[in-house]
């Protein structure tokens, strides 16, 4: 099993900055794509970054590329995801997921097996 646990969320103003945090821990040596996911009230949870831990590929949606960027500690097994030129849009939970098969379709919910709590992220206009 892996533990994933978000933090760095907050309410910010719009044009702002914030640093998403996912730290892993237990079988994290069984996963190989990383993500971000987020989800707003009232609507279905969507992508927004991914990361293939063999390759380095990253994916973004459309909606936050230029603006988001998602990288990784090894060492510190943390997954992080930098969020620039944030917009009142951008307000929802972000979760962070892990998955096992190295193929796996960065940017489809279907390719994770493990998922965090979640943090919020909240844009004010």
């Known amino acids: 099993q892996v533990q994933l646990v978000e933090s760095g969320g907050g309410l910010v103003q719009a044009g702002g900055s914030l640093r998403l945090f996912c730290a892993a821990s237990g079988r994290t040596g069984n996963t190989n794509v990383e993500g971000w996911f987020r989800q707003a009230p009232g609507k279905e949870r969507e992508f927004v970054a991914g990361?293939?831990?063999?390759?380095?590929?990253?994916s973004y949606a459309d909606t936050v590329k230029g603006r988001f960027t998602i990288y990784r500690d090894s060492a510190k097994n943390i997954l992080y995801m930098e969020m620039n030129s944030l917009k009142p849009e951008d307000t929802a939970g972000y979760y962070c997921?892990?998955?096992?098969?190295?193929?796996?379709?960065?940017?489809?919910?279907?390719?994770?097996?493990?998922w965090g709590q979640g943090t919020q992220v909240t844009i004010s206009s």
């Open positions: 997921a892990a998955g096992r098969r190295p193929g796996a379709r960065l940017s489809s919910m279907t390719g994770y097996d493990y």
């Open positions: 990361i293939s831990r063999i390759s380095g590929i990253t």
